[in-house]
């Protein structure tokens, strides 16, 4: 008997898949498995946070914070709602667009065993807009009218129709002559679009009068940005749009106006100093902000000899496209460059110091910070400033970018990457849609608590996403709404099965210098609530020649009171997969040795 170890290095390199042979062991594939004290093991799982209740439309920005009483409260922002999450109740803080419209005399019909409902009155609302019925008397052909609803159609400026939750059990009219009609905030699109029509591309690019069928410009969906200002919020729904604030001291109410702010793309708070900053808007270029512990007010946001409002343009590059708040300082990035924001006070507020030339960051959202550095999702690449810009080293890099070699990326997608910190494990990561799909699907991490080297890849979709702070979780957001603490050890897919799996590539047994029988495997995995029904699927593969046929083993099931795994396969090169599917395993690799006999045999 002799006995080996073959230990493959932490982290996964999909970029040195192809040429394996030649490379150091290596795993080569994976999915939600990380790496922690040089270890590869299954991500911790994940529980629904609210049962029964989800956010509407597609979220994509969450903060968590908390009240001066110790209210803990979880805001998020989707294309068509602004919603609070408090002590286990979601509530709609959705701003209105407009005061609300008195519709005159009965304006309601509905048609027997039809669920479409009628308002009639002058309302100025679109199609997927939500509007507030208010102050309708009694109901109306069975069904209670007052409350929110979403615009199904808008014939006209006079009437529009909504679809009751269930069918009306009679024809009639009715509702009074208090009935008002009050819209929210118009929806943001759901999704990158590409524009089209009359007007769109360059001067004399196509003939004139004919819309365009085809175009690289693309029409951004609606991304959030969430501060909190103390115990209350502020927000903006990006795209030029306005900025709101919801005071924790009248929660019941919604999100109002901030009278006098800019327009902008997104805001951020310099906490140390209270100042409210704004990005882009009709100057995609320009940064402004209020005077120091202002939000409101258009003297607010004008600079003077009494205050210490301001902005400043950014030359380099054609819009700011996020900002990141640092320790230290503000990160800022154009299509083209990297900026440091730092609040100086005096006469000048804040300084601006241009960092680099550096690849266009991919979305607002694309950027994440721990405590010593920024990194971020670029055009083709990762990035990173600790003090100094640079590429970050990535052996998935053509797994992620490239998707003649991965999944790739969807690049009319971008600006919904979301990036993210954990810190308990010293990660940071991006989930990103892939080419294939017009949605959140794949995440991608640097460990680089383990390395610069060490990342890890997966299948999970999740639109939005925080790091635990006041709560005791990360939490994150599927494409449906759904709520979810992560991390949680045994926990699962929300109780389903986790499916996760890590495979290496080749490594050479003496070198490939001989053949040898593998007759058996030593599995050292730590594994936790393992049993027949959760088990650990261990599979072992050999090759007699690097580009010779592969043999493959079978599947074990591997418990925590496995001893040994009959292999009996021949080779000079192994390799090997693990994987489950389970809704309670958690398992963790050790280092796996090998029962080895050499033979005679010259091949």
Not at 114 to 124: L, P, Q
Not at 237 to 254: E, H, K, L, Q
Not at 287 to 303: V, Y
Request: charged content about 15%; aromatic content about 8%; some cysteine.
């Amino acid at each position: 008997m002799t006995m080996i170890a073959l230990q493959p290095r932490p982290g996964i390199f999909t970029d040195e898949a192809a040429g394996a042979n030649d490379a150091p062991f290596s795993y080569v594939d994976g999915s939600l498995v990380r790496f922690y004290a040089g270890k590869a093991e299954q991500i911790g799982g994940w529980q629904n946070k609210v049962s029964g209740g989800a956010f509407a439309g597609k979220v994509r920005a969450l903060l968590s914070s908390a009240e001066l009483n110790g209210t803990r409260n979880l805001f998020s922002g989707s294309h068509t709602a602004l919603e609070l999450l408090q002590g286990g109740v979601i509530s709609d803080i959705t701003p209105i667009s407009a005061a609300a419209v008195a519709l005159g005399a009965n304006p309601i019909a509905t048609t027997n065993a039809d669920a479409t409902v009628t308002i009639t009155g002058t309302h100025g609302l679109i199609v997927g807009q939500r509007v507030v019925i208010a102050a309708a008397s009694g109901t109306v052909g069975g069904l209670t009218i007052n409350g929110t609803h979403t615009v199904a159609t808008a014939p006209n400026a006079t009437s529009y129709t909504f679809e009751a939750a269930s069918a009306a059990t009679s024809s009639a009219t009715g509702g009074g002559s208090s009935v008002t009609s009050q819209g929210l905030l118009v929806p943001g699109e759901p999704d990158g679009t590409f524009e089209y029509g009359f007007g769109v591309g360059p001067f004399s690019g196509g003939t004139f009068g004919t819309a365009r069928s085809a175009s690289d410009i693309v029409l951004a969906p609606r991304v959030w940005s969430l501060e909190a200002y103390g115990e209350d919020l502020i927000a903006c729904p990006g795209n030029n749009g306005g900025i709101y604030y919801w005071d924790a001291t009248n929660s019941s109410d919604r999100a109002a106006i901030i009278t006098g702010a800019p327009t902008c793309n997104f805001i951020t708070v310099n906490p140390p100093s209270r100042h409210l900053i704004a990005f882009g808007g009709a100057d995609p270029m320009l940064i402004k902000w209020a005077a120091q512990g202002t939000t409101s007010g258009t003297a607010n946001w004008t600079a003077s000899a009494t205050n210490d409002a301001g902005d400043v343009r950014l030359l380099d590059g054609s819009e700011i496209r996020g900002a990141i708040r640092t320790k230290a300082e503000i990160v800022v990035f154009t299509d083209t460059s990297a900026y440091s924001l730092r609040h100086i006070g005096g006469a000048f507020v804040f300084q601006l110091t241009k960092l680099a030339a550096v690849a266009p960051v991919l979305g607002q959202n694309a950027a994440a910070a721990s405590d010593t550095f920024v990194a971020w999702m670029a055009d083709g690449q990762f990035q990173y400033y600790d003090g100094v810009v640079r590429s970050l080293p990535c052996p998935v890099l053509r797994h992620v970018f490239d998707s003649t070699q991965g999944p790739g990326l969807n690049l009319a997608q971008r600006q919904k990457i979301v990036a993210f910190s954990n810190t308990e494990f010293n990660e940071v990561g991006w989930f990103y849609p892939s080419a294939g799909s017009d949605e959140i699907d794949r995440v991608v991490v640097w460990s680089y608590g383990e390395g610069q080297g060490v990342w890890w890849i997966g299948e999970l979709s999740r639109t939005a996403y925080i790091d635990r702070s006041i709560e005791l979780n990360p939490i994150g957001v599927d494409a449906s709404g759904n709520i979810f603490n992560h991390e949680i050890p045994g926990a699962g897919n929300d109780g389903n099965a986790l499916a996760s799996h890590i495979e290496t590539g080749g490594a050479y047994i003496d070198d490939g210098e001989n053949l040898y029988s593998i007759r058996q495997a030593i599995p050292d995995f730590v594994l936790t609530n393992s049993n027949s029904s959760n088990a650990l699927s261990f599979q072992l593969f050999s090759k007699i020649y690097p580009q010779g046929a592969e043999t493959t083993g079978a599947a074990n099931a591997i418990i925590s009171t496995t001893d040994t795994v009959d292999t009996r396969i021949t080779g000079r090169q192994i390799r090997w997969k693990a994987s489950s599917s389970s809704a309670q395993l958690q398992w963790r690799v050790g280092k796996i040795r090998y029962d080895v006999e050499l033979l005679d045999a010259a091949r």
